[in-house]
């Protein structure tokens, strides 16, 4: 039998306290599963004019769930957005109790919502098929406020009931939140990716110039288009990129917006990738057009240039990144290397290419062909014809 968290909101939009309350209840009721549920037309409020739409506010919190980076635990339903009319709890525990039939079930909510429990549609049905987490900031506030209602609960409608604190929980409304981000603030009270999807969908009045973009702002709506799982590599990416730039005599602020977009479309579908290159004329060879790897480093490389307004010099940087090229500029070599072997990397040549990259430029980048041409010949894949020429250009006297 599984333990399922069941937590539903408007998510207009999701925010860190959100993802707090989450994580709490995970660890403390030892959840096999948390799904997270959009509300539809909730049944208490009217979402505000204006508000995103259902894809919208669906796809933020997905970003959402995906912060907490536990793929194996949290899912996003869409049960309530495909629903007419209002969107009633009971209706949805009924879905839940049916589609995990046997399992435990747990409506997770806040510190409003459980004291108005009792008001709801039909809250035995809810209570008979769910037990009831409440989360507070506090622990000595939780008590304080829960116990009356936890008491009249089980004795009601003999109901599970377990509070929880989560200490720094963000205390905004969601009301509140929309207000400071049509005025350009609050991205405080976000997850940088959900963030980003806001600036790049233009949601709350933010209306973003995506040409335009403050490094903070780039960082976050790159984090926006890729699993959380890849920002590790990201961010370890810009810090190489930035730490060669000032051995080599480079510009530090360009080589960080080339590493903060290299890798912008890596989780696009093969079509969406074929789509940008299509749109904004970037050739590609047939390998290219048949290998996943080497199609992000196409389209991000297109996206940095006609979405957010980079020049040729990073665009080339971005569209070599992968394969490296005969005669590469130096942001070309930098970045190649930086994706190479930022910290996150761990492979048995890693620290002989490191120390390469900080004494000898190009011999790193041929040690870094090299190891890919070793690698394609293992695996038996075909080789990128620039990453063979590539190797001619830096790679003499390597063995591959």
């Known amino acids: 039998m599984l333990k399922i968290g069941i937590y539903g909101g408007s998510f207009n939009p999701p925010h860190l306290g959100h993802l707090a309350a989450a994580r709490a209840a995970v660890a403390a009721l030892g959840l096999d599963r948390l799904v997270f549920i959009p509300a539809g037309a909730p049944p208490h409020k009217t979402l505000a004019p204006g508000s995103p739409d259902r894809a919208q506010r669906l796809r933020m919190t997905a970003i959402a769930a995906d912060q907490l980076l536990m793929p194996a635990v949290t899912e996003v339903w869409d049960t309530e957005l495909h629903r007419q009319g209002k969107s009633y709890t009971a209706d949805t525990l009924e879905e839940a109790a049916q589609r995990w039939p046997g399992d435990e079930l747990w ?66 409304s969601s009301t509140r939140l929309r207000e400071l981000l049509h005025e350009g603030k609050g991205r405080e009270f976000l997850p940088q990716a959900v963030y980003g999807y806001i600036l790049r969908e233009k949601l709350y009045g933010t209306n973003a110039d995506l040409k335009d973009l403050s490094m903070e702002d780039l960082r976050c709506v790159s984090y926006s288009m890729v699993y959380a799982k890849r920002l590790a590599h990201i961010r370890g990416c810009e810090e190489e990129a930035a730490r060669l730039a000032a051995r080599w005599g480079a510009d530090g602020e360009r080589m960080r917006k080339a590493a903060i977009l290299h890798d912008c479309t890596k989780y696009f579908s093969v079509q969406e990738h074929l789509d940008i290159c299509g749109k904004y004329g970037v050739e590609l060879c047939q390998l290219e057009r048949d290998t996943d790897k080497l199609l992000h480093a196409k389209s991000g490389a297109a996206l940095a240039k006609y979405a957010f307004g980079m020049d040729d010099g990073i665009f080339n940087a971005i569209l070599y990144h992968t394969t490296a090229r005969a005669n590469m500029t130096l942001e070309e070599k930098l970045l190649y290397l930086a994706d190479y072997m930022e910290p996150c990397r761990a492979f048995p040549e890693v620290e002989e290419l490191r120390r390469l990259a900080y004494t000898d430029l190009d011999g790193a980048v041929g040690m870094g062909t090299s190891l890919s041409i070793q690698e394609m010949l293992q695996r038996d894949k075909e080789l990128h014809h620039d990453t063979r020429e590539a190797y001619e250009c830096y790679g003499k006297g390597s063995q591959a």
């Open 107 to 172: 409506l997770l909510m806040g510190t409003d919502m459980f004291l108005t429990l009792h008001h709801w549609v039909e809250p035995e049905r809810i209570l008979a098929l769910a037990g009831v987490c409440a989360f507070g900031r506090t622990e000595k506030d939780s008590e304080e406020v829960f116990a009356p209602q936890r008491d009249y609960l089980s004795r009601t409608f003999n109901a599970r009931v377990t509070t929880i604190s989560v200490p720094g929980l963000v205390d905004i």
